[in-house]
């Protein structure tokens, strides 16, 4: 249906889905002198100490790992957000090689990857896919990777990456030390390209190695019975158009 080729990539994902072309899309380039300094804005606040990682999976679009979403045990809270919002899964957009593979870029730089934490608002909506739609639905923690040491805990995943199940994974351990960040109204950045996303973009990257980030790119976007493998590399949507929308920090 949809994916990062030719014929199926961002460029024609307006035919199918016409937010595409939307007031609010995602991702963005962030430039930082222009962001407005708001101080009304709080630090944000994560717990995520009980949360519980029920799978890791290859979406055809990315690796994704799940986590048990029924009650408010690994939330995100403060920042832009009014209320709590819920760990639904998370998963990552990674280039081909070292210099582009992030979705946000920084003044027209981009890094090597981004992880996405995605929440929703289980206070205001019953489910993630009434969430999903609506415009305070959704809150997604954007974090860079850039290449350099290897990553204390990252092996978790890239060790597993074959594997479908393994339990106890605090994605805690992914952020940086500083939780300083740029916050704006955005979408999802894959199909169906909602525009219901509160983004929360940190300033500061967490550092992977390039043998990390070689263990995404051997996964496939094709499944094991396509006659061609599509090695898993570029699923990133390039930065949207900012229409008037402010960039908070
Ligand atoms: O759950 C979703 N997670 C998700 C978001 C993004 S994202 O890049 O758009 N993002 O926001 O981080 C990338 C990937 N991924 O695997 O690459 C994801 O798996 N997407 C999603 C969906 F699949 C639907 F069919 C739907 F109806 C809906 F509302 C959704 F929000
Ligand atoms: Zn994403």
């Given at each position: 249906?949809?994916?990062?080729?030719k014929?199926?990539?961002?460029?024609?994902?307006?035919?199918?889905?016409?937010v595409?072309?939307?007031?609010?899309?995602?991702?963005?380039d962030?430039?930082p002198?222009?962001a407005?300094?708001?101080?009304?804005?709080?630090?944000?606040?994560?717990n995520?100490?009980?949360?519980?990682?029920?799978?890791i999976?290859?979406?055809?679009?990315s690796?994704v790992?799940?986590?048990n979403?029924?009650?408010?045990?690994?939330?995100?809270?403060?920042g832009?957000?009014?209320?709590?919002?819920?760990?639904?899964?998370?998963?990552?957009?990674?280039?081909g090689?070292?210099?582009?593979g992030?979705?946000?870029?920084?003044?027209?730089?981009?890094?090597?990857?981004?992880l996405?934490?995605?929440?929703?608002?289980?206070?205001k909506?019953k489910t993630?896919g009434?969430a999903s739609?609506a415009?305070?639905?959704?809150?997604?923690?954007?974090i860079?990777l850039?290449?350099?040491?290897?990553?204390?805990w990252?092996?978790?995943?890239t060790?597993v990456?074959?594997?479908?199940?393994?339990?106890?994974?605090?994605p805690?351990?992914l952020?940086?030390?500083?939780?300083?960040?740029?916050?704006?109204?955005?979408?999802?950045?894959?199909?169906p390209l909602?525009?219901?996303?509160?983004?929360i973009?940190?300033?500061?990257?967490?550092?992977?190695s390039?043998?990390?980030?070689g263990?995404?790119?051997?996964?496939?976007?094709t499944?094991?019975?396509?006659?061609?493998?599509?090695?898993?590399?570029?699923n990133?949507?390039?930065?949207q158009?900012?229409?008037?929308?402010?960039?908070r920090?």
């Amino acid at each position: 249906r949809w994916g990062y080729g030719k014929e199926d990539g961002p460029s024609v994902w307006y035919k199918n889905y016409p937010v595409a072309e939307g007031s609010r899309q995602s991702p963005i380039d962030i430039v930082p002198n222009e962001a407005s300094r708001d101080r009304s804005l709080d630090p944000i606040i994560i717990n995520y100490d009980q949360c519980t990682s029920i799978n890791i999976s290859n979406n055809g679009h990315s690796v994704v790992v799940e986590f048990n979403d029924s009650d408010d045990r690994s939330v995100i809270k403060g920042g832009p957000l009014d209320n709590p919002y819920r760990l639904k899964q998370f998963h990552f957009h990674w280039g081909g090689k070292g210099c582009e593979g992030s979705e946000h870029t920084v003044s027209g730089t981009g890094f090597a990857s981004e992880l996405h934490l995605v929440h929703w608002n289980a206070v205001k909506y019953k489910t993630f896919g009434e969430a999903s739609t609506a415009p305070d639905g959704l809150a997604v923690l954007g974090i860079f990777l850039e290449t350099g040491d290897d990553h204390r805990w990252l092996h978790m995943i890239t060790d597993v990456l074959y594997m479908v199940k393994y339990k106890g994974f605090n994605p805690k351990c992914l952020l940086p030390s500083r939780l300083h960040y740029w916050t704006y109204l955005g979408s999802l950045t894959t199909p169906p390209l909602h525009e219901s996303v509160i983004w929360i973009v940190l300033k500061e990257p967490i550092e992977v190695s390039e043998k990390q980030l070689g263990m995404f790119r051997m996964l496939l976007f094709t499944g094991e019975e396509d006659d061609q493998r599509l090695r898993m590399e570029n699923n990133f949507r390039p930065p949207q158009p900012l229409k008037g929308r402010i960039v908070r920090e």
